[in-house]
Each structure stands twice: as structure tokens, then as C-alpha cells.
């Protein structure tokens, strides 16, 4: 069967379930009704490492409406305590501030908050470093670094290219601790029913929480149900279940049956929910006097929690952005008394095409050419790491068809020139770039439900990015049908194996599957199926992926306006422009852009978790003091794409664009700043101070 | 949060009674600040007096030609209301700066004078704090200063006061209207908030039990013009890296822009936020330009002088500049009559 591209899919459909999110009839994980919950509040470590010796429940166990009051000394006993995360109250000691170390459940969340407050703990405190530094002796070469990538890479000479180079750029960037922080909190319903654990779960997947589950309390997959109809936003956050989830299901035990709720405080959300390491990056390129790349150096310093490994890929779009003949690229991690980092907004493309995009520009500056035709004369013919050729790599279309609709060849490209109203005002751009990848592992099944009506499950997780609207579009086309025909079932683990809504790839992972289930259905049923009619079907690897690169690409236009009198930065213009292949619903893409570009947007200007090293605490830890972007900062911002089917990303010609929105907006930013006041700040984020005169 | 005892006031004179005989008694008017630190468990009162319905909540005009502003108008109509937009743009421009319009809908004029610092240490309870726990040590001093003092703080406390509302007041004259057990009194708005000193946890002056009824706006001198300009770190919702407020009027009483050259300052009152415990009041600066030129010069070189008592922390030295210039851009554009850049051009929220 060949999937043909004049079906549902590509339409600009409505969410479907756009209107019970307004109405507040969609549930969310806290919302789903269950009998005679218990609610829970934790207890968490006040200092970054050492061992409690202590702990008085007396008052707390005493307080009105309390349960249970549940710590180390008495918790149940995890099965596996591989993952230091997720091994909580298993011994008394303490790995980074704000870990749990207990709670208590009531009869009313306001009941186990008072109480928890009531606890004594006494601690044996060790010396803990919470602060990155550049200069540390302990820096380490980890294994390998998130997604699989090599740690270090090396191709030709760069250090000799780059001495000998005609024009050198060597600077250091720095991207600080940043916090996911979804508008839903991490929430988790957790009830025992007999051997049983049912979770209702804020979750990008609701498998992979199963299977992280399973070995950590000692049972079957199979024995645990995630259930995740509708989830509101994750970034990376919710990609993998974070100790709360393990908490609330250790609770659950200790509940005579009944189910424990537990919503995390926006002021745990950043201490338990992972968040981005900060970035220290040395970035060296040189190149000869017309601008062409010799050599490109990034060298990445970034941390991870001394309990458990997560080394972001920061240095991995380095490898494959430029043709240079010599290139090097290396990641060093401090371990450090502080909570565990995980996946954020596009890891590594993010923060790693912020301080090489902005070396890109300071190296068209020193050679004296336009920044968009640097990086045209530095286009690579096949993908410098794989030496594969790139399936669609249409960056010089983004940077051109950004150019014509920004107004870029009117652009003086004197920095601090335009002063409009007491602004100074300035335009800049940077490249994106985001891996297309194809998950494994999902099977999709379709029932033939009444005449002409399909039911069509897979345990896919809609986290707000349109995937109820993009996958019904998908089921509609492969069946040839009508999008109101299909009644998609996800979000359940009683569906068929899915796999997360992360890294770019539900869409085409889950599409995959669910086309591959079209196809099994029509083979076994043909095109009259009888009512009872059903089939699953599995997607595999994309074989395309063995014969070419496979990236998506983008160019980020921005304009910058700083006031002269105060510093102040605003960004008055966005403009995106990205080669991500099929689009399967205009609608629903065009918020993902712009979402992203927005992300990108508080990156640039707002995003700043700050460490205080004496506590090893991110002090401004509510949504007050951590500036994300509000309406009145964004304002006249665009997203377009290029009209393409990408033939080497599976049947479907999408690529994923959950992540490419964010990649290269901060850089695009930080240049337009430089271009608007002559200042070159390459520390994120760019705050009025910065600007002062 | 703790449970507590509700109850709802219907009489001023016996919410006071009630209220100073109890230590634990606290008021409850919009709750936006208070509701936090509930749940924070900043404060932990054994019982709360709404006092939402007290019938205190009018705008009146005074017999000489000020304002009487009842102490639960809600901010949002307080910045709406046509005679505090066109006689006192500056207090109808600082509230629209503040918060966002659900907290201005809710917040009242008495609350928003009593807001407390929004300091991330004040806000934690795991961390010592000389405001919130007197004694406990201050976790500011050699820690995350951002948003801290440059003027006035003492070693006991760095923190500052988050309101624009009260700058605003502060550079009016304004008149706090207090009553006590012992009957009504005024306290002038810029001795009404206090400096730290050794005692970082007592904010104003008031005494446990008192309440505020009103806030009392001066007529001013026809030909004043006023401003408020808020620098912070995104362009709505965010508490104020530096701010000022400025009430002038001018000997040439028309001010501004004649081909003869820039005016010269009649009053000046200029009042600073975001840079100390309390609304500050920049005498030096205001001293040196009464009677002067509203020349750039002489502006700059007023509040180089008023800022020359500035100690700036780790991470605040910056707030010395943008004072000073964003002063500076205020006073210039009140004598040009040009405004621009006094509402940001994304600031749709100016009126």
C-alpha cells in the first residue's frame, strides 16, 4: 500500500480536542475522578548532602486529618535501586537538597502540607559543591553522552587549521541552569488494586513509565496501568517518571487500598523534575579571509547530580552543521550535590547552537560578510560526521526565504546604527537544526468498529502538541477515510506499546505504527471489512536511516530593540522559517513553532534557574522570580515552513517538529542584540544590565 | 498551611478592637500576597479578618481639591478611575506596571502598601531570614542580590520593597489614613515605610491591630505633570529592577519645548523603587534641581549626586546607572512634553 499524500493528513483541521480543553471537561491527571483519595505532601531534604539522623513524625503523625506519615525508617522496600533517582527512602542519606526523604499523607492536601511542616529532622551535613566552574579539577569525560552520542570527536587537525587560520574566532559561551516548569505541575494518582498499580500520570509516555516502573517495585509490566489521556505540556520534563511518581506509588501501599494524589508545588518542580545543566562553552572556528571554515572547535562544561549521570549532547550539533575539514568536539561534567538534570527542550541542539551560532556571526563580522551568506559558503554537499549524504537538507532555502520575508537586503550591517523612539534597534539570524529519528517499538491496532467507523488505539501521548488531531489525520489517510470516521484511543497503557513523545518523534513513530496497522488491516480485510474486523501492525527502524542523514532544518530572523536610556531588551520581531518535511496539520504545527520560537525567546532574554552554591538551592524557585515570556513580550512572531515531503522519512515524508522551533532562536536574539547596540554578550540571558551605558 | 479562625468584619472600629487584642489576628483584604505566604508558610496567624466588606472601598474628593482613596479600592479601579488618570497619571501609570490584571482586580489600595519583599530568601522558609525570623541571620548578605538595596539597607537585611504603587504615593505626598485603638491618624506615605535597620521584620510603622482606612491624595499646583517609568526584566509581570516617579512643575509654568531653550524646575519630587526598603524619596536630587535648568546636565548630575550614598551588592551595581539614567529619561521627558519612551512601546497597558 502506498500512502497517499492528498488524504486528511496535511489538512488544517481543528484539535479535536481543542473544545473539551476549553470547556475544562478534558481531565488531567489530578482531575480524574477516583473513591476516597488520600492526599500527599512530602518531606524533603534541607541540606545537599550528608545523612539524616533524626527524624520526629511524632507531631506530624498526631496532626489533624493525617494517615500516615512515611520515611526511611519505614517505607516500603524498592525492589530495584539501580536508578539513584528514583531509589528514595531507602536509606537516610541525602544526595542534593529538596530530595525526598518522606511524606505524609491526609485527608486533605492543606491537612498533609500543615503536617509536613511539623517533622524534625536532624542531619550529619557533608560539604557539597552545587557550583559549576570551568576551572574545576574534576571535570570527567563521561562514557558517552545523552541519546547514545560519543562523548569526544576529532576529524583532521583543527587546533593547527585554526592557528594557521587567516581569521579566528575564539570565545567563550555561557547557557545557566534553566527549569522546564509546564504550566501542569508533575502529578501522579497512584491506587493498589490487589497487585495492581494504576497510575493516572502527567507523563510523555505512558509505557516508558511502565517499564521504568516495573523493575523498581519488583513486578511484571504488565501489573502496572498508566493512564494519561490528556497531559498539559512536558518538555522533556516528563519524558521519564522522576521520584514523585515513585513516591506516590510507595504511599499507595501504605493507603489500605485507597488512592494517594500528589501534585508537585511549582517550587518542587525546581528541586524533583530535572531540568537543563548550564553550559560553559568554548567555541573556536577559523577560516580563511573569504570566510570558509578551516577548523571548528566546541568544547562543552556542563554538570550532572553526583547520584545519577545525565551528560547533555551539547557538542553533537557541531559535528554535522558546517563542512570544515577539521573538527573537534568534547563534553567535560562536573558531578555536583545537586538535583538530577534530564532532558529539556530539544537537549543539545538547544543550547549547543546558541554559542556556535553566535560564533558564526562574530566570524562574519571579522571577514566582513553577511552572516546568511557565511553560512551558504560553509554548506556541506554530504554530512560532514556520517559522510552520508543528507536526505533533505534544505538550510540555504530557510536562510534565503527568511531573507525575502524579513527584509534582511535592506539591512545596514553597522552595529548601534538604528535608533528608532529611543531604541536601538538591530536585526540578527542563526541556523536550527534537529535530528529526525524513528522510535522502535510501537504498534498501533485498528478496529473496524460499526460501518465505515475505526477505532484506532496505540498508548501515544498527546502533551499538548496536537497529537489527538495529528494522529486521527494520520488514521484517516492510511484508511482512507474521513478524520471523523477514526476514533483514536490513546494515552493508556491498555493500548499498544508506544514510545515517548520526546526527542521529535511521536508523530512519525506512533504515524509509522499506525499506517503499518492501515496497511495489516486492508491486506487481511481488503476494502469491505466486516464490522468486528481488527489488525495491529508494527513499525520498524526507517531503513532510510542506514543510507542518509537525516536532519531537519531552520533559519531564525530576529530583531532586537534596546532602550538607550535603560537597557531594557525587547524582541519586536521573530521570524521562523523551517524545512522539517510534511506537515501533517498546518494548524497544530504552527503552534509548535511558535511555541518553540517563544521557549527560544525566554531562553534568550528571561530563562536563569539561579544556584545559590552556599545552600545548593535554585533560590528563585516560583514562576515570580523565573522570568518565562509573558504576552507583551512577544509580539509580532511568524513560523513558516517549506512545502516539502521528505521520500527518505518513512511513509508518512515527516521529520518531527516538536523540538526545531526552540534551536538557534537565542543565538538569532543574542546577534540581533550585538547588531543593535555593538554589545556582544555571550552569556545567556541578555538582561537590561547588559546593555547599560 | 495551618488552619485558622475566619471571620468577616463589618465595623472598622471593631476589627481594630479585635485585632489588637489578639497578636495572632491578621486582616485579609485581596489576599494576593497574603494567600502566598499562607501556603509558604511564612506566616502562620491564628485567625484572619476579612475586611473586604468593610465599606471602605470610595473615592471621594476633598474640599482641597485632593483625593480620598478608600483603602479597598481595588487597584484596577483605583488606575481607572478618570480623576486619578488625568490629575495623577503617575499613580494610575504605577499600578498598571504592577502584577497583572487578575492580581490588580483583586489587590487593594491598603494591601498593596503592605506588600511585603519579595526577596527569594524571605520567601523560603529553609533558609535564615532577619524579616521573617528575627535573629536567624540574613541568607541576602553574600547570596542572589539581584533585586536587593543599593540604598539604606543595614547588615540585618538587603531586601526591598516590591510595590510601585507606593513610589508613586511616595512621590505625591500622600497621607496614610491609620486607624488605632486610640481613633484615626495620618502618617505621611514616605515616613509611613521604614528602613531596616535592626529591626528588618517591622516594614511600616504601623502597630499589630492597626488598619488602614484611606490614603489621602494632595491637590496639586496646576502645570504639574507626573510619571511613572518601571525598568524590569521582561516587558509585564515582573517586580521592578529600578522605578521612578516623578510629580514636577515648572517657574515658566509652561514648560516645555519653547525655542528659548529647555524650562526651568519649579517642585521636584522624585521618588525611587526597586532600590531600597522603602520607597526612596531623592532629596539630594530633588534639592538640586529646584529652581534649575532641565538641562540633561543638571538632571544627570542631581541623581549622580542623590546616588553617590548608592552601595551597590554582587550582583546590583547596574541598579546605579539605570537609576540614574531612567531618572534621568523621566525628568527630560516631563520637561520636553515629548514622552516618548515613558510608556514602552510594548507596555499596552499604559492608559
Redesign the interface.
Known sequence: MTVQHTGTAGQDLERIDGVAKVRGLAPYAYEHQVDNPLYLHPLQA?ISRGRIETIDTTQAQAA?GVVAVMTHLDAPRLAGTDDAELAILQSPAVGFRGQFIGAVLAETP?AA??AA?LVRVEYTEEPHEAELRADRDDLYAPEQVNAGFPTDTRDGDPESAIAAAQVVVDQTYTTPFEHNNPMEPHTTVAQWVGDELVLHDSTQGVHPVRQTLAPVFGIAPEKIRVIAPNVGGGFGSKGVPHAHVVLTAMAAQRSNGRPVKYALTR?QMFFLAGYRTPTIQHVRLGADASGQLSGIIHDVIEQTSRIKEFAEQTAVPARMMYAAENRATSHRVAKLDVPVPSWMRAPGECPGMFGPEVAMDELAEACGIDPIELRVLNEPDIDPESGKPFASRHLVECLREGARRFGWADRDPQPRSRLV???YTGTGVASSTYPARRQTGNTARIRHDRAGRYSVQIGAVDIGTGAWTALTQIAAEALGCNAADIDLQIGDTDFPVATVAGGSTGTTSWGAAIIAAAQAFRDRHGDQPAVGAHAEGEAGENPAAQEYALHSFGAQFAEV?V?A????I?V?RMLGVFSAGRIINPRTARSQFLGGMTMGLGMA??ENS?M?P??G?I????F??Y?I?????V?DMEAVWLDEVDEHAGKLGARGIGEIGIVGAAAAIANAAYHATGIRVRDLPL???RF?? | MKPFEFQRATDPSEAVATATADPGTRYLAGGTNLVDHLKLGITAPERLIDITRLPLDGIEELPDGGLRLGAMVRNSDLAAHPQVRSRYPVLSQALLSGASGQLRNAATTGGNLLQRTRCVYFQDVTTPCNKREPGSGCSALGGYTRYHAILGASEHCLAVNPSDMSVALAALDAHVTVLGTDGERSIPVTEFHRLPGDEPNRDTVLEHGDLITAVELPALPAGTRSAYRKVRDRASYAFALVSVAAVVDFEDDGGAGTSAGPPTFGTVRLALGGVAHKPWRATVAEEALRGAPATEENIRQALEAELAQAVPLHDNAFKIPMARNTATAVLRELATGSGTGTPTPENREQP
Not at chain 1, 533560590?619 to 516560583?622: G, I, L, R, S, T
Not at chain 1, 515570556?629 to 513580550?633: E, H, K, L, Q, R
Request: hydrophobic share 30%; proline share 5%.
Open positions: 534541607t489533624p492543606e502540607r500543615a511542616a517550587q523612539d529611543g531604541w530593540q532602550h536610556d535603560t537597557g531594557e525587547r519586536s532574554l528571561h539561579v545559590d552556599r545552600f538551592m533560590v528563585n524557585h516560583d515570580a522570580e522570568h515570556p509573558t504576552n507583551a513580550d509580539r538582561t537590561a544590565d547599560l551605558a
